[in-house]
């Protein structure tokens, strides 16, 4: 193995690699303010953007969670990585040759990550081979039986396991690999022979991540001598965790985030169908249910300004189809986006609807979507006789706590008056059925948020100072006046000079944290690095870190650079002209002092300075 990357080179990537543009590959960002983007944080569950990232500083803070740090940070947690494998990573984003310590710059110092990655690229290649032999011609058949041509393939990089046990081991073993790298990728098992395919005799879909990294596979049984499920997935690795994955999110991407609408549909041959119909913004689960980790995914994609976004399901008509679409009905709520379903003619997936009726089918299918509320509804009407009056009223309690869980106030009358149609029963009747509903949701939701605190309260750890420190309450005028202060004087260094700085130091805030803070920034003058952000990191403790990063990641109330300068000038000569004020006050009261009275020259000193304080004032507020 190669020894450590040199620092040097560390440091080379980060100030090369644009941190928006790698952010971006996993959140939608737009523009907060001069220097600033936004978007829904990926490391917790949120509605509305409190995610910063600040491309020329190299850093992203989330004012929601906490969280926070530089592009390696982030690659990280993300992708799950150490920090070697992070830097590697991005040096081979942007081209960039490491030199390692112990004197090499080869592959051999790549992660196991990379080493899984590469071994699946070379699995994708050898797979897309094996499609066009003569053992291939029974995937081939397949696909074309389903409306895929050879364009189709090759555009979704589809290919073949042969049959034989270890064609793929040994086509990787040739190319260096160890039969214990193959098992941790999931494309191999261990034999005392020396390993055979995980994968043999299936078509193989490529699954990718965002970046477009080939991180697992998606494998469909193709003869009837194959014991195994219809479909196999690759299993967890240390690059693919199949509540996390979404197939087609790497064409997907860019449209759902341009459109802002997503489809999810519910197999491999789905997504192709739509994708080839037109329906660009179509992604599958891969062999697992639709979950909150998929939900976050794609969550942070739809932050649009314009129109509301949109997610559309579509569903099997069968019992399992129907289970799936009440669990994504009991979690819609989740989601940044309105929800909707759409269902083919005569129950046919997207796969089977093109085959049966072409591309325009498909998109006519997506484009009659219709509300999510309104299909769990009428599945729990579907379950009751409404041809008697006994069955209708017990639809309609059945149906009640849908409606009762519609968060929007506008829209829940609306069901009503829908819900009383279907029913055939009274408007008033029908809202009474869900008030009583609500009632009945806001014990239980009331209940449960009690459950949760005293579960809360048991788990949360000791609060350090400089934890407790973080904590400023902002509703206070003179906190939020000081925070502001902090924000100027750490995001615009331009905007005073060090005197200035020194001077509203001494002065000190009110706030423990923010005076903490305040004087690590003076100490920063001393301190050595390349930005002004990066000093006074280099002298801050780590318990104030989230503080700093909060106020270097808040986005000021500008939008061009003239009136960034016009604002942090401004609140730089607020500063000053409280501390000009304070030393008056000081010095106001050391003057009505008795022991000043009683020293004429004492005396004389404090009145001149309460004059030079009162005429530096004027001159700073330009009067």
Not at 11 to 27: H, L, P, T
Not at 134 to 142: K, V
């Amino acid at each position: 193995m190669a020894g450590k990357i040199r620092a040097s080179d560390i440091e080379e990537v980060k100030a090369r690699i644009n941190i928006a543009d790698v952010i971006g590959d996993y959140v939608q960002l737009r523009t907060a303010s001069v220097g600033s983007l936004k978007g829904l944080c990926p490391f917790h569950d949120e509605k509305s953007p409190s995610f910063n990232v600040r491309p020329s500083q190299g850093f992203y803070h989330c004012f929601g969670c906490g969280e926070g740090g530089d592009v390696y940070k982030f690659v990280q947690q993300l992708d799950g990585l150490n920090f070697t494998e992070a830097v590697e990573k991005l040096a081979g984003r942007i081209g960039f040759t490491l030199t390692y310590e112990a004197g090499s710059s080869n592959d051999s110092g790549a992660g196991v990550r990379n080493r899984i990655l590469e071994a699946n690229s070379l699995a994708a290649s050898f797979y897309a081979d094996q499609l066009v032999t003569e053992s291939g011609s029974t995937a081939r058949d397949f696909l074309l039986g389903r409306g895929f041509d050879q364009s189709a393939v090759e555009h979704f990089g589809i290919g073949f396991s042969p049959k034989g046990w270890s064609g793929l081991t040994d086509y990787l073993k040739a190319k260096g690999f160890g039969i214990d790298e193959l098992v941790l990728a999931g494309l191999a098992a261990q034999s005392e022979k020396g390993g055979y395919d995980k994968f043999r005799g299936r078509v193989m879909w490529p699954i990718k991540d965002v970046s477009g990294s080939v991180i697992g596979f998606g494998a469909r049984k193709l003869f009837e001598d194959d014991n195994g499920p219809k479909y196999l997935n690759t299993s967890d690795t240390p690059v693919y965790h199949k509540s996390q994955v979404l197939y087609g999110i790497d064409l997907a991407r860019k449209d759902i985030t341009k459109q802002q609408t997503v489809v999810v549909v519910e197999g491999y041959t789905d997504v192709m169908a739509c994708h080839l119909a037109g329906v660009t913004t179509a992604v599958a689960t891969c062999g697992t249910a639709f979950g909150d980790e998929h939900i976050r995914i794609l969550n942070r994609m739809l932050v649009g300004n314009s129109s509301p976004a949109q997610v559309i399901f579509t569903f099997d008509p069968d019992a399992a189809g129907q289970k799936a679409a009440m669990r994504a009905f009991e979690d819609s709520h989740k989601f940044a986006a309105q929800t909707f379903v759409a269902i083919g003619p005569n129950g046919l997936d997207p796969s089977d609807l093109r085959q049966a009726q072409g591309d325009e089918a498909v998109r006519l299918m997506v484009q009659n979507k219709r509300p999510l509320f309104e299909f769990a509804i009428r599945q729990k009407l579907a379950m009751f006789d409404l041809n008697s009056l006994e069955g209708r009223v017990a639809a309609a309690r059945a149906a009640a706590p849908v409606i009762a869980g519609i968060r929007d106030e506008a829209l829940r009358p609306a069901y009503v008056r829908e819900l009383a149609g279907w029913v055939s029963l009274p408007p008033d009747e029908v809202s009474r059925i869900i008030a009583d509903a609500q009632k009945v949701k806001r014990t239980n939701d009331v209940a449960k948020l009690r459950i949760d605190q005293a579960q809360s309260s048991d788990d949360l750890p000791p609060t350090t100072p400089e934890e407790g420190f973080a904590n400023v309450n902002l509703a206070d005028p003179i906190n939020l006046v000081e925070r502001q202060t902090l924000e100027v004087l750490v995001q615009c260094p331009q905007s005073f000079n060090q005197g200035q700085l020194q001077r509203i130091a001494a002065a000190g805030m009110s706030a423990a944290a923010h005076n903490a803070l305040l004087q690590c920034v003076v100490k920063a003058l001393s301190a050595d690095s390349q930005t002004w952000l990066g000093r006074i990191q280099s002298v801050i403790p780590g318990g104030l870190e989230p503080l700093l990063r909060a106020v270097a990641a808040k986005a000021l109330p500008v939008t061009t650079p003239a009136q960034l300068e016009a604002y942090s000038s401004g609140v730089i000569t607020k500063a000053l002209e409280r501390t000009l004020n304070r030393e008056k006050a000081e010095a106001l009261a050391e003057l009505r002092r008795g022991d000043a009275l009683s020293d004429p020259t004492h005396y004389r000193t404090l009145q001149q300075k309460l004059v030079d304080l009162e005429s530096e004032r004027r001159t700073l507020m330009g009067e």
